[in-house]
C-alpha cells in the first residue's frame, strides 16, 4: 500500500521457545518470520525488520537494531524504528510482530482506511474484545509521544501510549483462525500446525 512501511518487531529474547529464537522456528516449512513477511509485504511499500544483525543478516531486508541494549519490550522496537533514517517518507508505519504467522492479507488497508477517516493517531486491531496492541498502524507524527513514553516515563508497554493519543479500534470478525495468533512457545507451535495441517 501507498504511503505505509512495514515493520516486523523480531528483537524479542524468546525466552518460552526451548528450541531456540522463534525467528527460526519453522511451521509448514517455512520460519515464522517468512510467514510474516510473506503476508506483511505485499500490503506495504518497503519492510524493514527491527531486530539484531546477527539473525537477521541473510535477509533482504533493511535492518533496524533497537536503540538501547538489553531488550526493553516493544516499544523498544517501535521507538528506534520511528527514529531511523532508513525508513522512506511515508506517513505510516505498519508494526507486526514476527511470531504471528497468520495476519490478514487486508489488515494494512482496512487500519488504513480508519486512521485517515479519523485522522487518527494510529489505529489498533481488536479481536474478541482484547486490543492487539503489536499489530498497529503509526501515523509517524506520532515519534515524539513515542519518545516521550519510551525515554521519560519509561514505559515498556503500548497500553498506556495507546490511551494518551488519538487511537482508534478495529474490530476483527472472528475466524476459524485467530488471525492475531502469537506463537510463544513450542506448546502454541505445535498448536499452529494443526491448524494449517485441518
Known amino acids: 500500500m501507498t504511503d505505509v512501511d512495514g515493520l516486523i518487531l523480531a528483537a524479542g529474547r524468546s525466552s518460552r521457545m526451548i528450541s531456540g529464537n522463534k525467528l527460526q522456528a519453522v511451521l509448514a516449512g517455512k520460519t515464522l518470520l517468512q510467514h510474516v513477511i510473506?503476508?506483511?509485504?505485499?500490503?506495504?511499500?518497503?519492510?524493514?525488520?527491527?531486530g539484531?544483525?546477527?539473525l537477521c543478516a541473510d535477509l533482504p531486508y533493511p535492518i533496524i537494531e533497537d536503540q538501547l541494549d538489553d531488550f526493553q519490550g516493544p516499544l523498544t522496537g517501535l521507538y528506534s524504528a520511528l527514529i531511523n533514517d532508513q525508513l522512506s517518507d511515508a506517513s505510516y508505519l505498519m508494526?507486526?510482530?514476527?511470531?504471528g504467522p497468520f495476519i490478514p492479507r487486508n489488515l494494512v488497508?482496512?487500519?488504513y482506511?480508519?486512521?485517515?477517516k479519523n485522522d487518527a493517531d494510529l489505529a489498533c486491531a481488536r479481536y474478541q474484545g482484547f486490543a492487539q496492541s503489536t499489530f498497529t498502524l503509526w501515523n509517524k507524527r506520532t515519534v515524539k509521544a513515542v519518545k516521550q513514553?519510551?525515554?521519560?516515563?519509561?514505559?515498556?508497554?503500548f497500553k498506556p501510549l495507546l490511551k494518551t493519543l488519538n487511537s482508534v479500534y478495529?474490530?476483527?470478525?472472528?475466524?476459524k483462525i485467530n488471525p492475531f495468533f502469537n506463537i510463544n512457545s513450542?506448546?502454541?507451535?505445535a498448536e499452529a500446525e494443526a491448524v494449517i495441517c485441518q
Not at 506483511?40 to 527491527?50: A, T
Not at 508494526?95 to 511470531?99: A, G, L, R, T
Open 38 to 50: 510473506d503476508r506483511l509485504s505485499p500490503q506495504v511499500d518497503c519492510v524493514f525488520i527491527n
Open 52 to 54: 539484531g544483525s546477527g
Open 95 to 99: 508494526m507486526v510482530p514476527c511470531d
Open 109 to 111: 488497508s482496512e487500519l
Open 113 to 116: 482506511q480508519q486512521i485517515i
Open 149 to 157: 513514553a519510551f525515554l521519560v516515563d519509561k514505559n515498556g508497554g
Open 170 to 175: 478495529l474490530d476483527w470478525p472472528e475466524q
Open 186 to 189: 513450542c506448546e502454541d507451535l
